[in-house]
């Protein structure tokens, strides 16, 4: 059965003080997959988490597609020397995607 699912993944070393790193990662992510979501925010001033929503069979396969496009979107915007942690994975709820509607 496809579920949506929310994903939480994040990169260290992307201060949010330095926009010249993180805006091209988002705007790609924007540009490339608007159909995710893509939100961004900060687990510390150094950790960027990226938050993205699709549709799924199963969390397992929810993570690998987050850390796939983030890493896409990391090496498309000159930043491959960083990688993406998948750190949470969670369905979004029917009262959630009501409320989105």
Do not use: C, Q
């Not at 070393?13 to 608007?34: A, H, N, T, V």
């Not at 995710?36 to 687990?43: E, Q, R, V």
Request: no cysteine; aromatic share 8%.
């Amino acid at each position: 059965m496809i579920m949506e699912y929310r994903t939480w993944t994040s990169v260290a070393d992307m201060p949010f003080s330095d926009e010249s790193l993180w805006l091209p990662l988002i705007r790609y992510l924007d540009k490339k997959y608007p159909e995710l979501g893509p939100i961004a925010s900060w687990d510390d001033e150094e950790t960027i988490v990226l938050i993205l929503a699709n549709d799924e069979p199963d969390p397992a396969t929810a993570a690998e597609n987050a850390a796939h496009i983030v890493s896409e979107a990391l090496h498309a915007t000159g930043l491959a020397d960083r990688f993406p942690t998948v750190f949470e994975v969670e369905p979004v709820t029917e009262l959630e995607m009501a409320a989105a509607a």
